[in-house]
């Protein structure tokens, strides 16, 4: 393990991913993976939410396994089956979410799992040995002797730190480290990776903050959509040019075609504003209409606002401020029942979380979110006759490929899951649509598919709000583009004006606030 | 190809199977290590008798003890299937049971109208009761598994206290336990005993206890609430996926009281057969534990009525064992070590073969969707 530092140029990387393929059923979460990272330095691997940073972190530390491709660690091939044998060949993870026990002391929580035992006993003066050793060597202060409870999240961080290093790790996995930090943590944390590195460690970084990756890592890998998709150098790459590279940079030649936008609102978002507690607001004073026919599209990075929106105007969301107009109507006290019977269709970000009942059969599906409605109601019944005749008209119409309609809705690929989706919220005459990540995790073909279907609803006058991270589907599809960042609208952009720096700009908040 | 549901359903038929098969494997190593003979322990609990009295006595037994417990396993579902753990079964019965006959015992009206009354009052009692539960999840978040916990503390030390104090009736002389005032005959539930001289069978010991024809009733509306309404749909929907249905426009907060309130007033069934059949009274020595058996029986039969009525019956029949396994020189527990190993490979193997079909789904899915691409390519071709 600790030859590598010996002959620094002529080291094989410490670590080498080749061809890495990880399909689940339905959907391929990395496809040809192909990273090496060098020893003794910090390697940053982004890429927005979703895009399968988290499912190579898991093959990388046996959570799970690959279908294909191959992982080198120091030029010799391995095949984790759990996270011992990663630990076994010196790789280390550090969670984003920490796993301590509060109740324990630094020390016991270091040890646990790894507890050095003499006759029987644990060995607490050799294990505090120890670990002085190896916070002082790396300069990783912290008290052995204090409870984990008392302390804040930065020590919290180097004890996740201490423990991977003392079951020996020479590569170091950090998962969305800076998450959780305030900038004056971060800046500490930076110190400590640099120490690591200057020890001969290898630390992999993972996160998709640029400016930070720009400021600490010696190399970075894009991934985009499951796949590696570029390898940069931060010397020589600039923050525009990364976020870019991470949401697609090449923009479709922008489409001629009528627009059929209408000057009818549908649904109007006024000064809408959410807060918990006295924090900063998850989303302030946003404003904006859709109008009948008119795709709007929001760009942002994940996690500004976008999930708080959806789940305002679904009825999710208590607001603090603000109204929700769905034609004449004020709908910002209805319950989600009440919205969607009024005509709001909601393909949900997360299709398995919020959209599917996995282990009911898809005509069940298709009576989800219309228990209330014609045809799957009739009086206090389900309507099974009608619901099933009309489970049989989405799977024509959307092409959904499923042996029957009595198949679990578990069994389909995820583009199937989706186009049953998509047909089951058009069902019923929608007025609105909220599409979270319409073609998130679907294949190429799925993914034409379902835009065909949404410019075919616009075109039938639907008006319909498109969220996505992929920058492409937002200016393929939008008439118009707001750009979100940490929770208020701070650009309404052209879609086929805009440049993909510009939207890249807004998005990571380089760019201020537009003048107005 | 098979169709799938049939699959499905073979496949929980077999897991179930080779679960009692392997219940009864383990159970004759108890036997063995109580020094007694597996083959013996099986001949006596299916004995049934040498007369045709005995065996008709045996039988009613049996139904007799299912109801009360196939009553208990639909309360126990309803909740289960949203995912709602209402582990206060046993409270609500209890308290609905003294409570409603205490009110039947102080009126008398012609038969069916007494015995509606009283019904609908312990139903009204067990789903108030359930309520308390309920409100306190939805108002403060309470997890209901501690909260009917305390309750049924609450509620068999107050119908203890009922029994001996306000709700006391008059003790005959020499009598030990005390009890309710007696219901007026109009509420004696009349008994099935004829269905056994239908069979030329002479009429069982005790009686089979009319109850039984308002179980099967009470049954087949819960199958239909819970398999044809929009009712059933959102109960089943918030089970299955409470966030999905939650985005779906179903209320969890009403589901939450109503499905606990349903499930309490089923509760509240449950002591009626034995005090409209039986006893008449509730009394200090009346049938406890039946709420606990209520949540075996509804995980034995996988939250559906059917499957309930069959685990209810074997649970009967367990039961009725414990006697003749006696005379036969065999410690009766064996019955509730048989019942316990039972429930844990039931479950068990319902775990394993739920996930065996739905990975055969995906697999039937993708082939024939594999051939379909296949075809179409020929198609092309």
Do not use: C
């Not at chain 1, 990776?193 to 600490?216: M, N, P, Q």
């Not at chain 1, 150098?233 to 009528?258: C, K, N």
């Not at chain 1, 603090?320 to 209805?334: N, P, Q, Y």
């Amino acid at each position: 393990m600790s030859t590598s530092s010996d002959t620094l140029a002529a080291a094989p990387p410490a670590v080498e991913l080749e061809g890495i393929t990880k399909r689940f059923p339905g959907v391929v979460a990395n496809h040809d993976i192909r990273i090496a990272v060098e020893p003794g330095t910090v390697h940053a691997i982004v890429g927005e939410n979703g895009a399968g940073k988290s499912t190579l972190m898991k093959i990388l530390y046996g959570m799970q396994r690959p279908d294909e491709g191959r992982i080198r660690v120091h030029g010799e091939d391995v095949n984790f089956r759990t996270p011992s044998d990663a630990i076994a060949a010196g790789i280390g993870m550090v969670h984003q979410h920490f796993m301590l026990a509060d109740y324990l002391t630094v020390l016991e929580n270091i040890v646990l799992g790894a507890e050095p035992g003499k006759g029987g006993l644990l060995d607490t003066a050799g294990a505090r040995k120890r670990i002085n050793q190896l916070a002082e060597s790396h300069g990783l202060r912290v008290d052995p002797d204090r409870i984990v409870e008392d302390l804040g999240v930065g020590d919290r961080q180097r004890v996740e730190i201490l423990k991977v290093l003392y079951r020996g790790a020479r590569i170091l996995i950090l998962d969305e480290p800076t998450a959780v930090l305030v900038p004056q943590e971060v800046d500490e944390l930076f110190a400590n990776l640099r120490e690591l590195k200057a020890e001969g460690l290898t630390v992999i970084f993972i996160s998709h903050k640029l400016d930070e990756v720009l400021s600490i890592a010696d190399a970075i890998t894009v991934i985009r959509r499951g796949t590696t998709v570029a390898a940069v150098d931060p010397a020589s790459v600039t923050a525009r040019q990364l976020a870019e590279l991470m949401v697609g940079s090449e923009l479709p030649t922008p489409e001629t075609r009528e627009s059929t936008v209408t000057d009818r609102v549908v649904l109007d978002v006024r000064d809408v504003t959410v807060q918990r507690g006295a924090a900063k607001p998850l989303l302030e004073d946003v404003s904006f209409p859709v109008r009948a026919g008119e795709v709007v599209g929001i760009a942002g990075v994940e996690g500004n606002g976008q999930s708080e929106l959806i789940e305002a105007i679904m009825g999710l969301q208590t607001l603090s401020r603000g109204r929700i107009v769905l034609g004449e109507d004020d709908i910002t006290t209805w319950s989600t029942l009440r919205r969607r019977e009024a005509g709001i269709g909601y393909i949900p970000e997360d299709r398995h979380r919020q959209g599917l009942l996995l282990e009911a059969p898809l005509w069940e599906n298709r009576v989800l979110g219309h228990q209330t409605r014609e045809p799957a109601r009739k009086g206090i019944w389900v309507n099974r006759t009608a619901s099933r005749k009309d489970t049989e008209r989405i799977v024509a119409e959307y092409d959904v490929r499923t042996p029957s309609i009595d198949t679990l809705a578990l069994a389909l690929s995820g583009g199937n899951q989706q186009k049953l989706i998509v047909g089951r919220e058009m069902s019923g005459a929608p007025k609105f649509l909220i599409a979270a990540h319409p073609t998130r995790g679907v294949d190429v073909g799925a993914q034409a598919a379902i835009w065909d279907h949404l410019r075919t609803a616009r075109a039938a006058g639907l008006a319909v709000l498109l969220i996505s991270a992929d920058l492409d589907e937002l200016i393929g599809l939008s008439d118009s583009l707001h750009v979100i960042y940490s929770g208020r609208m701070v650009a309404r952009l052209d879609p086929s004006q805009v440049t993909p720096e510009q939207l890249g700009g807004y998005m990571t908040g380089a760019i201020a606030e537009e003048q107005s | 190809m098979m169709p799938a549901r049939l699959q499905r359903t073979l496949l929980t038929l077999a897991g179930a199977a080779v679960a009692v098969l392997l219940a009864v494997a383990i159970s004759s190593v108890a036997i063995l290590a109580a020094e007694a003979s597996p083959i013996t322990a099986l001949e006596a609990m299916f004995d049934f008798g040498d007369t045709q009295a005995q065996v008709a006595t045996a039988v009613a037994f049996i139904l007799n003890r299912a109801v009360p417990l196939f009553i208990a396993g639909l309360a126990v579902a309803i909740g289960f299937r949203m995912n709602l753990f209402n582990i206060g079964i046993e409270g609500q019965y209890r308290i609905a049971a003294i409570v409603a006959a205490f009110v039947g015992s102080q009126f008398v009206l012609p038969g069916p109208i007494q015995i509606t009354l009283i019904v609908v009052v312990a139903m009204l009692v067990g789903g108030l009761y359930a309520l308390i539960p309920a409100v306190l999840k939805v108002t403060r978040g309470v997890n209901e598994v501690i909260s009917t916990i305390m309750l049924n503390y609450i509620a068999i030390n107050l119908a203890a206290f009922l029994v001996r104090g306000p709700f006391t009736g008059e003790r005959e002389a020499g009598q030990l336990t005390t009890s309710t005032p007696q219901l007026p005959e109009s509420a004696w539930f009349p008994n099935l005993n004829f269905l056994f001289e239908m069979f030329g069978l002479p009429a069982p010991r005790g009686g089979l206890w009319g109850f039984l024809t308002v179980a099967i009733l009470v049954g087949v509306i819960i199958w239909v609430v819970l398999e044809r309404t929009r009712f059933g749909f959102e109960l089943k929907a918030s089970g299955l996926n409470a966030s999905a249905a939650l985005a779906s426009g179903v209320n969890p907060k009403r589901m939450v009281i109503s499905a606990m309130v349903l499930s309490g007033a089923i509760a509240g069934l449950i002591g009626m057969p034995e005090i409209l059949g039986r006893t008449h009274a509730y009394g200090s020595n009346f049938t406890a534990g039946l709420g606990f058996l209520g949540i075996a029986v509804a995980l034995l039969g996988r939250n559906k009525p059917v499957g309930i009525a069959v685990a209810a019956l074997l649970f009967g029949f367990l039961d009725r064992a414990a006697a003749p396994l006696q005379f036969a020189d065999i410690p009766p527990s064996v019955i509730a070590i048989i019942q316990g190993t039972i429930v844990l490979l039931v479950v068990i193997a319902n775990e394993i073969t739920s996930r065996m079909s739905m990975r055969q789904e995906e697999r039937r899915a993708a082939r024939q969707l594999d051939t379909t691409s296949q075809a179409q390519a020929e198609v092309a071709a």
